[in-house]
């Protein structure tokens, strides 16, 4: 007879990725093991692996959620009314806003994949080049006059500056969030909109 999901399984769920999570930032997901993470959630190892069978999956998991949940963002600001422009501002504070809700997740996106066995990895390396794939999008529409060649190089400098923004940027500072996002807008399309070619 197979197993009655619980009522909170969701809740436990996230509850497990939000350990991991803190537990992969704090100590590398290489050095984490199970019995950490079921010690950071209070639950025990063997309840542990009724959600996750392995370390891997509970990964695989965490960032899947992570970047499906960027991806639906930026696939509703793409088909926001508005100018070009607008959609760009729009894009780079949500990017900066899920990285902020999610930081220690971000961080694990950017360095924990390739950890990952191949078959893990392949289906995040596709969430990833969506990404890439929309913010080049957004990129087309303000600059159309370029070669189609340079849209990734700028698109991977883009994402490069939202990324890392992640790993130095702290909200309680002088400069608010809002403030950043549009002096990374206004740094960003400086250079752009004056590219030529």
């Not at 088909?79 to 961080?107: I, M, P, W």
């Not at 360095?111 to 596709?126: I, R, S, Y």
């Not at 990734?152 to 309680?172: E, I, R, V």
Request: include cysteine; charge should be neutral.
């Amino acid at each position: 007879m197979p197993r009655i999901r619980a009522d909170d399984y969701d809740a436990k769920t996230q509850s497990i990725l939000d350990s991991a999570a803190s537990l992969f930032a704090k100590v590398g997901y290489p050095n984490a093991k199970m019995q950490d993470i079921a010690k950071a959630c209070g639950a025990t190892k063997s309840m542990l692996y009724h959600y996750f069978p392995a370390k891997d999956d509970l990964l695989f998991a965490m960032l899947e959620e992570h970047l499906e949940n960027l991806i639906a963002s930026i696939e509703e600001i793409t088909a926001q009314a508005g100018t070009a422009q607008q959609r760009f501002a729009a894009f780079v504070e949500v990017y900066v806003q899920k990285s902020a809700q999610s930081r220690r997740r971000h961080l694990s996106a950017m360095n924990d994949v390739k950890f990952l066995p191949k078959n893990l990895q392949n289906p995040l390396l596709a969430l990833e080049t969506r990404v890439t794939e929309l913010a080049a999008s957004l990129l087309r529409e303000l600059n159309p006059k370029l070669s189609e060649d340079a849209y990734k190089p700028y698109t991977m400098l883009l994402l490069g500056m939202l990324n890392w923004t992640d790993t130095w940027y702290k909200p309680a500072g002088t400069m608010k969030p809002q403030e950043l996002c549009d002096r990374i807008s206004r740094l960003f399309l400086t250079g752009f909109l004056a590219e030529k070619s």
